[in-house]
């Protein structure tokens, strides 16, 4: 989790008019001076804390071009910005409690209220990729949405979902969902494809040796391990979580493949196991990692679509562990309170009428 910190509105208007016109995009993007630095191996240097969170959304609203304005770019980061304000006002120490029941609200937020403005790290900035402050992380297919998938692959999801359904869904641990358990973080946030989750520890820690690029995520402090190199892959039926995952450099830019994915681990819900992502991580400037990816899934999608998301730097922010404590003691209370509404169902059925 980042430290929180306000922007005044002169530094926002400051940063939209550093918002690149399309054609002052191409000056910035055409920077020939400025040189990666190495590792010792004399790979591009891609280690450090990096941060995606973005207030950009995933998929693009329908008629709305690629690239913002510099005042649209200044009214999103205001509105951000007052919105951040609002919610990370000092709580009133005299409000009466929750209504029994909770207040109706829902989410993260329990209905009782949960994380205030100081946890959620959603992010206050538009992701400008090359100059360019984008509408949307997807950018190809063009219209930068997702595809819609195929028939038979709706099918199949929706018997995925039956069958991960069966039985109670608080009958035993396994039904819970993996970031409940602790196990995977919600989202893709440690993907592939690393993507932002809208809510909070958006954060990475990248380290690297001349055959190993290691990218630790905050949530949940997964981890993933890449190889370097063109080993063997994985039987089909070996599948870690966050998959197998294979690096290569083209020039400056580190290539990743991965397949082989868990079998739980659904990207966007989907149930088919022949998921390839393909990522390139490129350093174009000091602060600033380009990550593009592509989604390879014919089974599900009938062209191959994906983006770009900057990976900013954190400077010399330290990421803290995430403790993801809900494995250790809600999903014992989770499971118990069933089986208390399971005994009161039963005691009021006994009971004579």
């Known amino acids: ?16 008019a ?15 001076n400025w040189v990666a630095p190495r590792t010792p191996e004399g790979q591009p240097d891609l280690q450090g804390n990096w941060t995606n969170a ?39 120490p005299n409000r009466p409690a929750p209504p029994v029941g909770g207040d109706g609200s829902t989410g993260a937020a329990g209905g009782v ?17 090359r100059g360019e402050a984008r509408t ?10 997702v595809p819609a998938t195929t028939e038979a692959s709706r099918a199949e999801r929706l018997e995925y979902g039956r069958s991960s359904r069966a039985g109670g869904a608080y009958d035993h641990p ?12 919600f989202g893709s946030n440690a993907g592939p494809p690393m993507l932002p989750n809208g809510f909070y520890n958006n954060n990475y820690t990248i380290v690297q040796t001349a055959d190993h690029v290691v990218i630790m995520t905050e949530m949940i402090h997964d981890t993933r391990i890449i190889r370097i190199g063109d080993g063997p892959r994985l039987p089909p039926d070996v599948r870690p979580w966050m998959g197998d995952s294979w690096g290569r450099w083209e020039g400056d830019t580190l290539v990743v493949e991965t397949t082989n994915l868990h079998p739980m681990q659904r990207f966007r819900s989907n149930s088919s196991d022949n998921l390839k992502v393909i990522e390139r991580f490129t350093r174009e400037d000091e602060d600033t990692i380009v990550y593009h990816f592509t989604i390879d899934d014919p089974s599900v999608y009938a062209e191959p679509w994906g983006g770009e998301v900057p990976l900013e730097s954190m400077g010399n922010e330290l990421i803290y562990e995430y403790a993801c404590h809900e494995g250790n003691y809600a999903l014992s209370n989770i499971l118990s309170g069933a089986r208390y509404q399971e005994r009161q169902a039963a005691q009021n059925q ?3 009428r």
């Open 54 to 92: 973005t207030v950009t959304p995933f998929e693009r609203p329908s008629g709305v071009g690629p690239v913002m304005s510099a005042e649209e770019v200044a009214a999103i980061r205001e509105a951000a910005e007052t919105r951040a304000q609002s919610l990370t006002r000092p709580s009133d």
């Open 136 to 145: 949307s992380l997807v950018t190809f297919p063009a219209d930068g949405r």
């Open 1 to 16: 989790m980042k430290a929180r910190t306000t922007i005044p509105l002169l530094a926002l208007s400051i940063a939209a």
């Open 18 to 32: 550093c918002v690149a016109t399309p054609a002052a995009a191409q000056a910035q993007s055409g920077n020939s």
């Open 113 to 129: 209220g949960g994380y205030d403005g100081i946890y959620i790290d959603r992010g206050d900035a538009v992701a400008v990729v």
């Open 174 to 185: 396994e039904n819970r969902p993996l970031g409940e358990r602790c196990i995977m973080s």
């Open 350 to 352: 006994s009971e004579p």
